[in-house]
């Protein structure tokens, strides 16, 4: 692989693509919560190889382009295989059924994966569609919380399972539509933002011990779901309205307007949601960039 220039930070990345791989081979061998842990070990392997590349100082095209395509396999074809096992394996689903619910990851996927090569789709401290991690994450965590193996009676339970396939769904067409998710590069947390940033990180630790000590998965999982649904579904409300308005002046033109509302050293959030209200977004006027 020499000849090729892969270098170090590449290697990292191969971690991701091989842990995909090996995900769906768990799966042909019946070992389904391996084919679960092995997806979280790949987003490790990708959140790794970016520090490396900046630490050794490797970064460039090839290396983008590889971790796009390792980012593939593992996001969206990983996935997709298990959620078909989930619903034809463990709740018995016609499997025509469960692989039209497996191919929607596959699908969105798929798609975002087109448009990512065709056009950029991020912006300065925001993802531009649901980032390609947050659906294997989130998915996986519901499919391994409470709400899905079957703690509750019928017809609870039965619910349960058509509100985690709408979710499915929700999460894929998010995938591709042109709507800002906070990312946590480039960003100034605050507000709200703020206690979600350390509630995630610290509660995670505490929920994983907890999970640990009382030899209960749920635990685990239903905090990770919890925290996902916020993500994706309520914390675009503290996204500033002037953000949403040059967002959509980037994809119509772009042209990125700099700098963020978000950014900004005199900017403070001071309402719940910072979206409804413009007058919190009153800032010096911006440079072009």
């Not at 391996?34 to 100082?57: H, Q, S």
């Not at 300065?124 to 569609?129: D, K, S």
């Not at 391994?144 to 769904?169: D, R």
Request: hydrophobic share 50%; charged share 15%.
């Amino acid at each position: 692989m020499r000849g090729i220039g892969v270098k170090l930070k590449d290697y990292v990345t191969l971690g991701n693509l091989l842990s995909g791989f090996l995900s769906v081979v768990m799966l042909i061998r019946g070992d389904y919560d391996w084919a679960c842990y092995l997806i979280y070990i790949a987003y490790a392997f990708d959140v790794l190889d970016g520090p490396v590349a900046r630490l050794t100082k490797q970064s460039d095209d090839f290396g983008g382009a590889f971790d796009s395509v390792c980012d593939f396999v593992s996001y969206s074809i990983a996935p997709g295989f298990i959620i078909y096992y989930a619903f034809a394996e463990q709740l018995h689903f016609w499997w025509p059924a469960a692989a039209a619910i497996g191919a929607i990851p596959v699908t969105f996927g798929t798609i975002r994966h087109a448009l990512y090569a065709t056009k950029r789709m991020s912006y300065p401290g925001y993802f531009i569609g649901l980032p390609r991690p947050a659906l294997p994450l989130f998915v996986l965590a519901l499919l391994n919380s409470s709400l899905f193996q079957n703690v509750f009676p019928s017809p609870l339970k039965e619910i349960s399972w058509a509100v985690i396939i709408a979710i499915i769904l929700a999460l894929g067409i998010f995938h591709v539509k042109q709507f800002p998710f906070v990312s946590h590069h480039d960003r100034r947390w605050m507000g709200l933002l703020k206690f979600g940033e350390v509630w995630f990180l610290y509660g995670s630790a505490v929920a994983a011990a907890l999970a640990w000590y009382l030899d209960s998965a749920y635990i685990f999982f239903d905090k990770l779901a919890f925290d996902l649904i916020i993500y994706v579904f309520v914390s675009w409300i503290e996204i500033p309205r002037t953000d949403f308005q040059r967002i959509r002046h980037y994809l119509a033109t772009g042209e990125v307007i700099l700098p963020l509302v978000h950014v900004d050293g005199t900017w403070r959030p001071r309402t719940f949601g910072p979206w409804f209200h413009p007058q919190d977004d009153a800032i010096e006027p911006p440079a072009k960039a």
